[in-house]
């Protein structure tokens, strides 16, 4: 199974698209799984809508 690349709150999106919350970054799984947001390349990845808190992003 391959790695799958992540992102965290604070970075530039290297791609436009449509990304998802994969893990809060202190505290591992989260239930906001499926949260889904649309950046463009260059854009910050903002922390979890819904808790305000720092985030794993992945590809969705």
Known sequence: MANKQTY??????????????????????????????RLEEGE???PSPSSNKAVNWVKA
């Open 8 to 37: 965290k709150t604070g970075e530039k999106a290297p791609e436009s698209g449509l990304f998802k919350i994969d893990s809060l970054v202190n505290e591992g799984s989260t239930n906001e799984g499926d949260t889904e947001i």
């Open 44 to 46: 910050q990845f903002p």
